[in-house]
């Protein structure tokens, strides 16, 4: 073999082992697989609502147990003082009696009115009329307000008082609180001033028709925190 076909010879071979798998550096066929990352934790939960105290839960526990339909309302801390930490809002009261529309009280205001209703309004209905007592209807409950022509805050104002317009009797008849003519609606008239006289004790505050002119046409009753209590 000749020097020139030696030279082309081992050419070649070069050429062939340059070609050779690994003997050059080369792009790799598959991405590396990326780095190993913790997975991502998951949002944390919402944290549950503040437990409520001893006493307010028992209150829930006779509210249920006196058949009242209710649920948890927000709390309330208004700007201007109004505040109730732990009410609930109430669409029905003992005996399936509706509450209308639904009234946020405190729940001691509503055990209060769940009483009243059970022992004394539905019974007297039902004296007076053979009837059952179907509903309340609440002028007031919740309202973040002074009393009227001062700046000391209502009752209304901490859920404490519950304002009502009329009673609706299973037939139908619409009881309305105001002044009615002994004469004309003996029924009435009597079963009103029963339950005004009624409400004074389970209620610290019992006002309605004669009381002011601002309570012509409603019974307002609340807890307020008295010696004794003050009805007229």
Do not use: W
């Amino acid at each position: 073999m000749n020097a020139a076909k030696a030279r082309a010879l081992r050419l070649l071979l070069l050429a062939v082992c340059l070609a050779a798998p690994g003997s050059a550096q080369e792009l790799p066929r598959t991405m590396d697989p990326p780095p190993h990352r913790p997975p991502a934790e998951a949002p944390a939960a919402a944290e549950p609502a503040d437990s409520l105290p001893p006493d307010e839960a028992a209150c829930r526990e006779r509210l249920r147990g006196l058949g009242v339909a209710f649920a948890e309302a927000e709390r309330i801390d208004a700007p201007e003082g109004c505040a109730a930490a732990h009410p609930v809002t109430v669409s029905q009261l003992p005996g399936g009696v509706a509450l209308r529309p639904e009234a946020v009280l405190t729940c001691a205001m509503a055990e209060a009115t769940a009483g009243f209703v059970r022992d004394h309004a539905a019974p007297l209905v039902a004296e007076a009329y053979g009837t059952s007592l179907a509903a309340v209807e609440q002028a007031s409950s919740y309202v973040c307000r002074p009393r009227r022509g001062t700046r000391k805050l209502s009752e209304h104002a901490f859920a404490n008082a519950l304002d009502i317009g009329a009673l609706v009797l299973e037939d139908g008849t619409r009881i309305e609180v105001r002044a009615h003519d002994p004469s004309r609606e003996p029924r009435h008239a009597r079963l009103l001033a029963a339950l005004r006289k009624a409400a004074c004790g389970p209620f610290a505050t019992v006002l309605g028709p004669g009381s002011d002119a601002d309570h012509a046409d409603h019974f307002h009753f609340d807890m307020a925190e008295r010696r004794s209590p003050f009805c007229q």
